[in-house]
């Protein structure tokens, strides 16, 4: 039998303190996550414990919004029945949910009509939710595309801070272009914003193997008011542009002008979340994979 690790016991004695008639059997941590450490107990719970204390927010919003979205999406969403806050109790805060049966998004094999009409219609859904009441539920103010732009113009500036040292002039002359031309031009801006799930990543996606169709979106963390067309990017790094096109007729919702292009943007910054991450948390490996991803996004797979 594998004894446990001394990470898996800091764990274990922090459920059985805060949930005493939870039997452990089995505990399985996963630590890719930017934002949490998400632990797969049983294979019938998932805590997830904050990395850092502004995520505590984020999990706050996710508390207030869920609920709601439970009755407006198809797709089943975390039901949060442990939340256990910081307080002199609870010196560790988590949140825990039963786990949502499925298997990641993967269209390795090819995307299937149900699978596209399934993603499609997810889409619809949660970009029709009402907005005023998503940004009273999230805690913030009904946002507008100035705001939304302000936010990468933003964006931007860090990088040039904080990023730009990291880059050769050549680099940085390309770079510069990028944001410019698409910060300058006023049809990447002509979009109705929506809630947005903000990381549909395939790994959030959980597909039913046997219908191949949505069974539960989970990670809200980082849910907003903003551009529907993020909500594609992950859709557009799991099966290409071809798959893109196919959830789209299915999609019932507007998406504003130049919305490949949109698309396209939002996948190329990621190399800059990347080190920005790295940046923030001081881990190296994250700045060097971000930097060889930039570096090859635009066209310096030698620097």
């Not at 414990?49 to 407006?72: T, V």
């Not at 390795?108 to 499609?120: N, V």
């Not at 859904?125 to 595309?145: C, D, Y």
């Not at 903003?226 to 959830?247: C, M, T, Y």
């Amino acid at each position: 039998m594998r004894e446990n690790t001394q990470e898996e016991m800091h764990y274990r004695a922090i459920l059985s303190q805060h949930l005493p008639g939870l039997q452990i059997d089995t505990l399985s941590i996963n630590q890719m996550g930017w934002d949490s450490v998400v632990l797969d107990v049983n294979g019938e719970w998932i805590f997830r414990f904050p990395r850092r204390p502004e995520i505590e927010a984020q999990h706050e919003k996710e508390i207030a919004l869920l609920p709601a979205l439970s009755g407006h999406l198809h797709a089943a969403v975390p039901r949060f029945e442990v939340i256990c806050r910081r307080s002199a109790e609870c010196k560790t805060p988590f949140v825990g949910y039963r786990k949502i049966a499925g298997n990641a998004l993967s269209v390795q094999g090819g995307a299937s009509e149900a699978l596209c009409r399934s993603l499609g219609e997810f889409l619809t859904e949660l970009h029709s939710f009402p907005m005023e009441r998503a940004a009273s539920l999230l805690g913030i103010p009904p946002a507008n595309v100035d705001d939304w732009k302000r936010r990468y113009e933003d964006f931007y500036d860090r990088a040039r801070a904080l990023i730009f040292p990291l880059l050769g002039e050549a680099v940085q002359a390309k770079v510069a272009a990028f944001w410019e031309s698409y910060l300058g031009e006023e049809e990447n801006f002509q979009f109705e914003p929506v809630l947005i799930h903000a990381d549909l990543a395939s790994e959030h996606i959980l597909i039913d193997p046997k219908s191949d169709q949505i069974c539960g979106i989970i990670d809200w963390e980082d849910a907003a008011i903003g551009d529907p067309a993020l909500d594609f990017v992950g859709l557009l790094w799991a099966g290409g542009g071809e798959f893109v096109k196919q959830i789209q007729a299915y999609y019932q919702g507007c998406l504003g002008g130049n919305f490949v292009e949109r698309m396209h943007f939002y996948r190329d910054i990621i190399p800059f979340h990347e080190i920005q991450f790295g940046l923030l948390t001081s881990d190296k490996i994250y700045i060097r994979g971000g930097l060889r991803n930039l570096h090859q996004i635009f066209g310096f797979m030698d620097e």
